[in-house]
């Protein structure tokens, strides 16, 4: 089982605002070592749906009805730019190894 909490995802996303030359409408986070995705279907579904408030993937099943408690599979998920923003400028407070932050409200969309 791979751990999940070593913080790469979020270096990741922080990092994009202050790294690249301008914004995009979404941004990617994928696995690099067992995820194969197929570009052209990807763009067409992203094509009708919102460039903000995405958080956009394949729903892990939650038996909660907290809308804050499902989340995406993590062989891979977008995010709009408006999101990566945020995750950029969250307040993040570190606590025992374990992230508190404020959660925005963001749409879930089940996709890909």
């Known amino acids: 089982m791979k751990k999940h909490d070593d913080g790469k995802t979020y270096t990741y996303f922080s990092s994009l605002?202050?790294?690249l030359s301008h914004p995009?409408?979404?941004v990617m986070k994928?696995?690099?070592?067992?995820a194969?995705?197929?570009?052209?279907?990807?763009a067409?579904?992203?094509q009708p749906l919102p460039r903000s408030d995405l958080y956009y993937g394949f729903v892990i099943p939650s038996q909660s009805m907290d809308p804050f408690v499902s989340y995406m599979s993590g062989m891979g998920f977008v995010l709009s730019w408006d999101l990566v923003e945020w995750?950029?400028?969250?307040?993040?407070?570190?606590?025992?190894?374990?992230?508190?932050?404020?959660?925005p409200t963001c749409r879930v969309e089940a996709g890909f």
Do not use: V
């Open 17 to 19: 605002p202050n790294i």
């Open 44 to 46: 067409s579904s992203l």
């Open 30 to 34: 994928a696995d690099d070592d067992d």
């Open 36 to 42: 194969y995705f197929r570009l052209l279907p990807l």
């Open 24 to 26: 995009y409408d979404y």
């Open 87 to 103: 995750i950029c400028n969250a307040p993040f407070m570190f606590s025992r190894g374990t992230r508190r932050f404020s959660s």
